[in-house]
């Protein structure tokens, strides 16, 4: 059984910085990319970063030079490093995976197993 846990969420003021982990297990599929979305209250879910399993990345656009996502093969975790915070970074944010090949990772395409979300809140 395919489990994901999110930790590191936390309130912080616009400009301060959090770290979030993704601790994952249970799977041993091949390919596969870990993703990071977020939902603020009242907008669809964003896709914020991806990396796949040989460490290509991508981050969207709203959050490239302030994000930066990276993971950890041997202990199965990823992690998104967030910088320069802003109010609108406020919002649940949740770790993803699945079996799927990068063009799918790059568009934020394919998740099928889901954390349970960390909640990011950030003041202005």
């Known amino acids: 059984q395919v489990q994901l846990q999110e930790s590191g969420g936390g309130s912080v003021q616009s400009g301060g910085s959090l770290r979030l982990s993704c601790a994952a297990s249970?799977?041993?599929?091949?390919?596969?990319?870990i993703t990071w979305f977020r939902q603020a209250p009242g907008k669809e879910r964003e896709g914020v970063a991806t990396?796949?399993?040989?460490?290509?990345?991508l981050v969207s656009d709203s959050v490239k030079g302030r994000f930066t996502i990276s993971q950890d093969n041997s202990k199965f975790a990823a992690f998104l490093q967030m910088d320069n915070l802003k109010p609108d970074d406020t919002a649940v944010y949740y770790c993803?995976?699945?079996?799927?090949?990068?063009?799918?990772?790059?568009?934020?395409?394919?998740?099928?197993?889901w954390g349970q979300g960390t909640q990011v809140t950030v003041s202005s």
């Open positions: 990396i796949d399993m040989n460490g290509r990345t």
């Open positions: 993803s995976t699945g079996p799927r090949e990068w063009y799918e990772c790059r568009t934020f395409q394919g998740s099928r197993y």
């Open positions: 249970g799977y041993a599929f091949s390919p596969y990319c």
